[in-house]
């Protein structure tokens, strides 16, 4: 017990030191050499402009939260869902897996045009850039535990006469609850990433939208201010997974 609180002690305490490091270094160089405001403001003032713009930051970060954790669900959804049915049929493996990797290897970006033109603008078109970009880590990480099941267990529910679906629920989906929730952070992140890039090519509302707007500006303080909110925002999301899996590794008694 002693050995994992030291371990989470000192998994908090160096990177809070190296970015409390890293914030002094930047207030210093920043001071020193007198950056002008607009190409690099320093750590104080993007606190000052944070505090003063909260209300504003805070009203466009719901709907980026709100279509975040949506499309994060939608991809979870249908990943999870989509790994598990071709897990059931090679035939059907064969035939869908090799599309979905196809479309993977189109930049993500090339499709946001097409989501616009499709679902028009607004909360769908982010909601399902947020999705699509989340999907593929989902789905492989999910395929990859599936396929990582041990064998023995598996004959082993087969020689007692267990049905698929309950050798399925019982042996193979607990079994990849690891690579799961590998796939799980990544795809909570790439939702983030989703959500912003819609928000700049078409939104009138979100972080992603804010950002454009203090660019034309020339505010840089206010762009880094709600880069910090999105990082919590990212931060808080990716923790929110976390706790699910150590939720679940204690119910399966890891």
Do not use: N
Request: aromatic share 12%.
């Amino acid at each position: 017990m002693r050995a994992v609180r030291k371990t989470m002690t000192r998994s908090f305490v160096l990177p809070t030191a190296f970015g409390v490091g890293l914030l002094v270094l930047w207030q210093a160089l920043v001071v020193i050499f007198a950056y002008p405001k607009v190409i690099l403001p320093a750590p104080s003032d993007i606190w000052t402009v944070l505090l003063a713009e909260l209300p504003t930051i805070w009203q466009q970060a719901v709907p980026t939260v709100r279509d975040t954790l949506a499309g994060f669900a939608i991809a979870a959804l249908f990943g999870v869902g989509m790994a598990s049915l071709l897990s059931f049929s090679r035939l059907l493996r064969d035939a869908i897996y090799p599309l979905i990797i196809v479309i993977q290897l189109v930049p993500k970006i090339a499709w946001t045009p097409l989501f616009i033109v499709w679902v028009g603008i607004g909360w769908q078109s982010r909601l399902t850039v947020a999705a699509f970009i989340a999907f593929f880590p989902i789905f492989i990480a999910m395929m990859a535990g599936l396929e990582s099941t041990d064998r023995s267990l598996v004959r082993l529910c087969r020689g007692l006469t267990a049905s698929t679906w309950r050798t399925f629920w019982l042996v193979r989906f607990p079994a990849s609850m690891p690579y799961l929730f590998a796939g799980l952070k990544i795809g909570i992140t790439l939702s983030v990433i989703g959500v912003i890039v819609a928000e700049f090519i078409s939104s009138s509302e979100g972080l992603g939208f804010l950002i454009l707007k203090a660019a034309a500006l020339l505010r840089t303080d206010l762009i880094l201010a709600a880069i910090t909110v999105l990082c919590v925002v990212g931060l808080a999301c990716y923790g929110a997974v976390h706790a699910g899996e150590l939720a679940i590794r204690r119910w399966q008694g890891e």
